[in-house]
Every structure is written in C-alpha cells, then in structure tokens.
C-alpha cells in the first residue's frame, strides 16, 4: 500500500526525522493561508502517488509542474490553482496521469548537497537493506544503470538490528563529518526503526538534503506497506487513498486477488503467483504481451473467479483471454464455474483460450463444455500461448 508524501513526513516526525515545515492544503485560499503562515520562499508541491513530480507536468498545460518554488502566498496560490483538479502527468503515471487533490506547502529549504537514501527487503539474504548514494535527486534506476559505483548498500541483520556501525558506515560513505554525520546517523538508525515496526515494503528519501548549515533534512518521503501486514496497523491503513490506485487494482484487492495491470492485449486468469509469472513468461515467448498478472490464489471460490474474469474484460485493451489453471487447493470445477457466469454476465465477444489441469480437471471441462460458450481448449502451457496468440491472428 501506497501513502502521500506528506503522510509520509508526518511518520517522519512521529519517529524524529527532520522535514521541513509545512501543511496540507485542499484548495488554493488554504494554500494561500499556509504559504503566509510559513512566510518567505515555499515550494508548493503536488501530491500524487507516483515519484518523478518535479519533472512531471498538466496534462492539459505542460508548462504547470508538479513541483515549484514561489516567492510569496499570492504565487503559491496560483500555482495550487492550476494544479489541484487536474491530472499531472510523471514517468511513473499512465499517459492521462493522475488527479491533483492536494497540495502540500511547505518552508524553502536552503541545500548544500542532495543525497539518495532507499531501504527495501533483500529477499536473497531476508535483510532490509540500504542503498545510499551521493547522487540525490536523480533517478535512482539511472544511477543504478550507468553508475552503480556510486551506490552503496549496507544490509541489516533482522537478528540483531541495525547499530551505531552500521549508521556511522553510511554516513561517512557518503562523504559526511562531524555533527552532520551524527544527524545522519541518527537518521538511518530511525528509518530502519520505522521500516521494521511499520512493515514497511519500501522507504525512500529523495533527496536527503545537507543545508547550507549542516543539517540534515528529509526533503521527500515515499513509504509503501506489506499489504499482509496491514491488519497490525490501522493506523496505516487509515491513510489508504483508494482514489489514487487503479480501479481494477482496488476492486481486485478488495476482493482479496492479486491484479496489476499491463500493456498487452491477452488477459490472463491463472491461480498461483508462480503459474501466473510463468503464463505471462510463455505469452511473451511466442510474441504477444499480457495485459495483467492476475493470479486468483490457492483457494479462490467462484465468487471470486467471476469478479476476476469482470476485472480482466473491464479492460478495454483486452482482447483474448488465456485461463491457465493447475488445480490443487483450487479446484478446476470451482474455476470454470466462475468462469461461465462471469462470461455469460458480461456478454463474452472475444476469443477464449483454456486451460485446465489438476483437482476435478473432468468436471471442470464438463462445466466449461456444456456451457454453450465459445472456447478454445489447450492441453498445455504452450499450446495454450499459441492458440490466443492465433485467435488474434499472429503475434503482435
């Protein structure tokens, strides 16, 4: 689960790391009043789930962008005015972009230096890991691409934590001395406090600022949580912005599926994340894309499978569906069940490609067969590739 920058910082606070001051604002009088109530030079900052805002821009006006420093409150509202309502646009965003709800205003900062810090789950070694580098405010994938020199990451042991070594060894790697190498310090030692008591998935500050003073400053915030943590947190989860995720995403999530959506055009319903990766593997072997990753679990009901199938032909870019299923914990009836009603609500009008292996596979197909619905069988993985690449006549 994704959070907002500025409830990002206010965890940031909550666990003593520095940000600048600021506050919220929904409308562009109330980001007037905060822009006066901070005084001089702020930086009006628009609040989306996607990173790249300060490069990003409107899609109706590319000269608006997501981010930008204004001298006064007359300015900062102005700007907060082009901005909130409309769609802003990142390389993180699909091309018609994001809705602009808030913006957060906040205090000038004046920076020496930029820093990268990011903290993820190394699943090789099962250690939250850091990567720190002195390359802050670009795209870490770009520095990780053309110069993964200057990146340095220092694992932490879950079995004993993170300690004054590992803190002091990351802040002199990135070039830092005396009282601002103990802020930062103390900073890294707080980031894994917070990452492990909140289950984090993902911690990143870009930039970690140096001032012309010193100090050291979190100038952004981007968390996101271990969904299956969620339940040991409401506190979290209260800060769920449903309006920012993808609709198919959200609907799949509240229905306990696992959906993302890609760029293909071949739909896929397969049980199991490793089945799923793998029939999105085969598709692209044989020259199509996928239009999803949806594995609708071990233990999926029919109820779940028909919204499944929903999900997949909401999208409009779909246009064949593969069913690739091992039953084991789930059975092959159960699937096709959900399957046919699911079908026959929606108004099916496009090629169907199935597969069915395992636990009831007979009464599956019986179900899937009898149905009146037009389908094609497959007997494996690969034949099943290549019949919905054929129904969309070739590889695309």
């Known amino acids: 689960m994704k959070i907002h920058e500025y409830q990002g910082k206010q965890l940031f606070r909550n666990y003593g790391i520095p940000v600048p001051d600021g506050e919220i604002a929904s409308n562009a009088e109330e980001a007037s009043a905060v822009a006066q109530k901070l005084g001089g030079t702020v930086v009006v900052k628009a609040q989306i789930h996607a990173g790249g805002r300060g490069k990003g821009h409107l899609t109706t006006n590319e000269d608006i962008r997501g981010v930008k420093v204004v001298n006064d409150a007359e300015s900062a509202k102005s700007h907060a005015a082009a901005l909130l309502g409309q769609p802003l646009r990142t390389h993180q965003t699909a091309t018609e ?3 602009v709800k808030k913006v957060l205003i906040e205090k ?18 099962s250690q939250v890991t ?14 990780a691409a053309t110069q993964p020199e200057k990146i340095i990451r220092q694992g932490i042991d879950p ?17 830092m001395e005396g009282t601002t190498a103990k802020q930062a310090a103390k900073i890294f030692i707080q980031l894994y406090k917070l990452f492990v008591e909140k289950d984090a998935s993902l911690v990143e500050i870009n930039p970690l600022i140096i001032t012309d003073a010193g100090d050291v400053m979190a100038l952004d915030a981007k968390l996101n949580f271990d969904t299956n943590a969620l339940y040991k947190h ?47 593997d085969i598709i692209k072997h044989v020259g199509a894309a996928p239009a999803n990753f949806l594995d609708v679990g071990g233990g999926a009901t029919a109820e779940q499978v028909t919204k499944a199938f929903k999900i997949i032909l909401s999208d409009p870019n779909v ?13 092959c009836d159960v699937i096709a069940d959900g399957v046919v009603v699911a079908a026959k609500e929606v108004g099916l009008d496009i090629p169907l490609v199935v597969r069915l292996e395992g636990t009831n596979v007979e009464a599956g197909k019986k179900i899937l067969y009898g149905s009146g619905l037009e389908l094609i069988p497959a007997d494996d993985m690969l034949d099943a590739a290549n019949k919905v690449v054929a129904s969309l006549g070739g590889a695309a």
Not at 108 to 125: K, P, Q
Not at 130 to 143: C, K, Q, R
Request: proline share 1%.
């Open 97 to 99: 972009g994001q809705k």
């Open 108 to 125: 000038a900062s004046n920076i020496a230096s930029e820093l990268y810090v990011g903290m993820v789950l190394d699943r090789e070694t």
């Open 130 to 143: 850091f990567m720190v580098s002195t390359e802050g405010g670009m795209d870490i994938e770009e520095v």
């Open 159 to 175: 079995a004993t934590g993170i300690s004054g070594f590992h803190a002091r060894k990351l802040a002199y790697g990135l070039g």
């Open 234 to 280: 409401p506190d979290i989860v209260e800060l769920r912005d449903a309006d920012e995720e993808d609709d198919k995403e959200r609907i799949a999530n509240d229905a306990g599926l696992n959906y993302v959506s890609l760029d293909g055009n071949i739909g896929c319903l397969v049980n199991g994340a490793g089945l799923a990766m793998a029939t999105m």
């Open 319 to 331: 246009k064949a569906i593969l069913v690739n299923i091992f039953g084991g914990i789930a059975k």
